[in-house]
């Protein structure tokens, strides 16, 4: 992971995380002209980040299978239009559509490559810089009065003990012995982890955190999420 962060080290924190917002938001109102171009960017991005930022990825959508099950399912089977088969018989109405299909697979895709873009994010910027950027994001906040050193603390300790909690979680589900299909065994441990965790939190002791603050990216950087903007615009 370090060679992947060294490798992008040239380009800011912030200008990857506002480069992934534009990504993202042509991803979610983009055409199907615009899922290709940033698939290829994405292959591009992930062979230079490194062959590990991608068994990540593949491990996050994995476990992803279900959700992204549900909302073929949802699309295929709710949006009105033209039955897959059987159109004119009497059971057409519980038959996917094809508009349904086509829409979920386009939706489908599009969250694909959203979770990509986060994996790659978080694999090429440490905790560190992500803090840091978000720090700078948020001076807009102070207009309105909101204290960005709290938002940045409460989002900084969060990324701390989430990553505590996943390795506790990890240790005690291999610990866990409970039978394949058996329900009432998985409520059990879910119900023991829990309690374990809210138990551990009230006894964790206070803690001084220092966070460093990057200066703003320069001028010439902010002309790469311009580009992606242009591109976008010019495959719709």
């Known amino acids: 992971m370090d060679r992947a962060v060294?490798?992008?080290?040239?380009?800011?924190?912030?200008?990857?995380?506002?480069?992934?917002?534009?990504?993202?938001?042509?991803?979610?109102?983009g055409s199907a002209s615009q899922l290709v171009a940033a698939a290829t960017l994405l292959l591009v991005l992930y062979l230079m980040?490194?062959?590990?930022?991608?068994?990540?990825?593949?491990?996050?959508?994995?476990?992803?299978?279900?959700?992204?099950?549900?909302?073929?399912?949802?699309?295929?089977?709710?949006?009105p239009g033209r039955p897959l088969w059987g159109e004119g018989l009497p059971i057409s109405w519980w038959v996917p559509t094809?508009?349904?299909?086509?829409?979920?697979?386009?939706?489908?895709?599009?969250?694909?490559?959203?979770?990509?873009?986060?994996?790659?994010?978080?694999?090429?910027?440490?905790?560190?810089?992500?803090?840091?950027?978000?720090?700078?994001l948020s001076t807009p906040l102070r207009v309105v009065g909101f204290s960005r050193d709290r938002l940045v603390v409460r989002v900084a300790l969060t990324l701390e003990v989430l990553e505590q909690i996943q390795g506790y979680l990890g240790e005690q589900l291999k610990k866990a012995t409970v039978k394949?299909?058996?329900?009432?065994?998985?409520?059990?441990?879910?119900?023991?982890?829990?309690?374990?965790?809210?138990?551990?939190?009230?006894?964790?002791?206070?803690?001084t955190m220092v966070i460093d603050i990057e200066q703003p990216p320069p001028l010439a950087q902010?002309?790469?999420p311009l580009a992606l903007t242009?591109?976008?615009l010019l495959v719709a």
Do not use: K
């Not at 119900?191 to 551990?200: H, I, Y």
């Open 98 to 136: 094809m508009e349904g299909l086509l829409m979920g697979g386009h939706r489908l895709l599009a969250l694909v490559m959203m979770v990509l873009g986060v994996q790659w994010l978080l694999w090429v910027t440490s905790r560190a810089q992500l803090v840091s950027a978000l720090y700078w």
């Open 180 to 207: 394949r299909g058996d329900l009432r065994g998985y409520a059990a441990v879910a119900a023991t982890l829990v309690s374990d965790v809210a138990l551990r939190s009230e006894h964790v002791s206070c803690q």
């Open 6 to 29: 060294g490798r992008f080290s040239s380009f800011h924190p912030v200008v990857r995380i506002v480069s992934f917002f534009l990504f993202s938001l042509f991803l979610a109102l």
């Open 230 to 232: 242009v591109l976008m």
């Open 222 to 224: 902010w002309l790469w």
């Open 49 to 79: 980040a490194g062959v590990g930022s991608l068994a990540n990825a593949v491990s996050m959508l994995r476990r992803m299978r279900w959700f992204f099950l549900s909302i073929i399912v949802i699309y295929a089977w709710l949006t």
